[in-house]
């Protein structure tokens, strides 16, 4: 019964990372996850308990790895795709769990010597074991020139409450750290209540009223930012190009000639910015940063600017570069990737290995020629205008300080995001668990953000919580128009 338990926790934790309509399973299950330390005979039990709901809830976090199935860019067939990426999502899952089990052995020491600090501790062991467990699963993320890091928030349980707006205040005060806290607080909370043998029932349901009147006060004394008014105009460029379409004899040729046309019709409607999704390449289709320059200056009679995203080649790999080129001052500025997603930008030693093991030498080669990033050497905005907005790439949305780092460079209200997830099939868990953690983290820096992306649709995310699309002013087979007026 007890490890039905541990099982039913765990699965409820990952349910919630999977579709928004499952967040309040995060009370429940965590509600079990106490009751099965309260009830662990031993250490090893917690320990073996706690790696179970670790892992199983690091599963719902990292599920979003399926839809990368069928991965058409490796010869690899079928059950061989099933068994890396099933490799991928357990191995990963599992180390994440470690945190979760360390923290659950913590938990059961203090619960055997004193209850009241059991409860006071419980939402920051969780916590410090979320953040261990992100420590641990890039162990196995490792690959060339990838540090070990805790940056990576899929599968904690604040997700639950991104998208509840009675939580948008914490939000704010904290980002997602402290939703995490809060729905662990809660949950001990009401364990807490519900288990106090020396409580009657009239008792009890005075204290949930009590803390339900307590967040809606919360609430009303600590609203978020409303929108600023910026007093910009930005068009964003939504792409549909696939990689079945890429890899075709003329995929290069129609998304070039698309993106094109794109850019020359947002101009046209004199905007700001002009924002390219990522890896949109436009600077080589127009030959080089200065031929770029001078052909959208040609051909653009406003002082617009545009922003693209390409592959720069260098001694230690390639980079994944932005480029700003800015009409009106006549000036290119560039800033580069710092943050890398396994599997999609660099190859881990792990899935290299497996690639070896199954005897693809030149799958492992060919991937590795294609997947070779690394975090680039120009980081900062030193020569930008203050005006001028930073640029998120695609990855770094998951990653805890993505947005704030970009917002202790910039003075801009606005930040940039620029996506692509071609190699994705309608990933609908990714992009419901980026959709939370860029609402978080626009709520807690007070930022803007807006996004532009190729098969994945453009949106803004405002200080204040909202997530909405633009007015898209013209729609083709390949490519939307989306209008931000802020």
Known sequence: MRWFVWLLSGLCL??????????????LGLFLFIYAITRALSWHEAALGGLLVGTL??????????SAYPMVWVTLGKLGQILLISAYWLSTSSFAGLGIAAATVLLFLIWQKNRIFFFALIPVLWLAGEILGSFTASIILLGPNVPLNSDVVHGYVGIALANISLFYPFS???GIYGLTVVVV??????YFVWTHAAWGWTRKVFWY?????????????????PL???????VAIDTRFSVNLLHGPDGEKIKASNEITAVLAAAKTAPDIILLPEDARLTDYLGGTEAALTWLDSRIDTDVVVVDSVRVE??????????????GKQAVYMTDKQFLIPQGEYITYPFILGLKLLGRDEDWSKILNNQNYHPGKQAGYDK???????????????????ISRIANLRESPVVLHVISHARFNDPDILWYQLDAMIRTQAIYTKKIVISSGNVTPSKLYGPDGRIVRGEVILSTEFFDLVEYNL
């Open 14 to 27: 990952a349910l919630i990372s999977v579709n928004q309509v499952f967040w309040w399973l995060a009370f």
């Open 57 to 66: 809830k690091a599963m719902g976090g990292y599920a979003w790895g399926w």
């Open 172 to 174: 704010s005060i904290t």
């Open 185 to 190: 607080a809660l949950s001990a909370f009401g």
């Open 209 to 225: 009223g009590y803390c339900a009147t307590a967040l809606l006060i919360f609430y009303v004394i600590f609203p978020t930012t």
């Open 228 to 234: 600023p008014a910026v007093e910009k105009t930005i």
């Open 314 to 327: 260098d001694e230690e790999g390639a980079v994944l570069r932005a480029v700003y080129y800015d009409l």
């Open 384 to 402: 930008f205008p203050a005006d001028i907005p930073g640029v998120l790439f695609c990855s770094e949305s998951s990653y805890i300080g993505g």
